[in-house]
Nanobody, 115 residues
Framework: QGQLVESGGGLVQPGGSLRLSCVASGFVFGIFDMRWYRRAPGKEREWVATAPKLGGNTIYTDSVKDRFTIIRDSARSTVYLQMNDLKPEDSAVYYC????????WGQGTQVTVSS
């Protein structure tokens, strides 16, 4: 059974940085697209970024372009989300997703951007 475990969330001031990690197990990491989503209070889940399988180009939602970087480490079956220049509107629970023959989701990690 596939599993995703996120970590790295926390409280950070505006303009700060965080790096989220998502460790995958129980499935063949290399044949799944890896994605990050987020859900802010009172809002619908929002797609943030994708690192495609087979080394395709990464893609981002417009609001995080040039601030966030998704990094795929196949040797460690891990995907990261490096978040720089964080803004209060980035506050949300961040979820890791593996999309392929099946969908796997992590439990989420809270990111709060506040002074």
């Amino acid at each position: 059974q596939g599993q995703l475990v996120e970590s790295g969330g926390g409280l950070v001031q505006p303009g700060g940085s965080l790096r989220l990690s998502c460790v995958a197990s129980g499935f063949v990491f290399g044949i799944f697209d890896m994605r990050w989503y987020r859900r802010a209070p009172g809002k619908e889940r929002e797609w943030v970024a994708t690192a495609p399988k087979l080394g395709g180009n990464t893609i981002y939602t417009d609001s995080v372009k040039d601030r966030f970087t998704i990094i795929r480490d196949s040797a460690r079956s891990t995907v990261y989300l490096q978040m720089n220049d964080l803004k209060p509107e980035d506050s949300a629970v961040y979820y890791c997703n593996a999309n392929g023959m099946r969908d796997y989701w992590g439990q989420g990690t809270q990111v709060t951007v506040s002074s």
